[in-house]
């Protein structure tokens, strides 16, 4: 890793972690920003250690994108939790066959970059 991409990596961490401080929620309700900074908090530090091993420079630069995004998707909408895709898992084809090989390619490929890092549900 260069020096430039783990100070930008270092600035996206910190810059996490001062929205987590200041996050409110937008119900107002003191719970309810307690635990969507808690959950800031938490989905930061399990990304950065999961993604903590990279060496290659084009996944090190998808990983910070996607940072970016969610940052940008969270502050705008004043939701820090990912949004949903409205693609259906397997929604279109059955459940075998070259259908199936052809409907699991086209969903990889429509994820939107906010979404690289969650789980296939």
Not at 3 to 14: F, I, N
Not at 42 to 55: I, S
Not at 71 to 87: D, K, M, Q, V
């Amino acid at each position: 890793m260069t020096a430039l991409t783990r100070r930008t990596v270092l600035s996206l961490y910190m810059r996490v972690f001062r929205i987590a401080r200041n996050w409110q929620a937008v119900s107002g309700v003191t719970s309810d920003t307690e635990a969507e900074r808690k959950y800031i908090l938490q989905d930061a530090r399990t990304l950065f250690r999961q993604n903590q091993q990279l060496t290659d420079q084009e996944s090190i630069k998808r990983c910070i994108e996607e940072c970016e995004a969610r940052i940008e998707i969270g502050l705008h909408y004043r939701n820090p939790y990912p949004r949903a895709t409205y693609l259906p898992p397997m929604g279109l084809a059955t459940q075998k066959g070259r259908k199936l090989r052809m409907q699991q390619r086209l969903r990889k490929q429509a994820k939107p970059i906010y979404l690289q890092s969650q789980d296939e549900t």
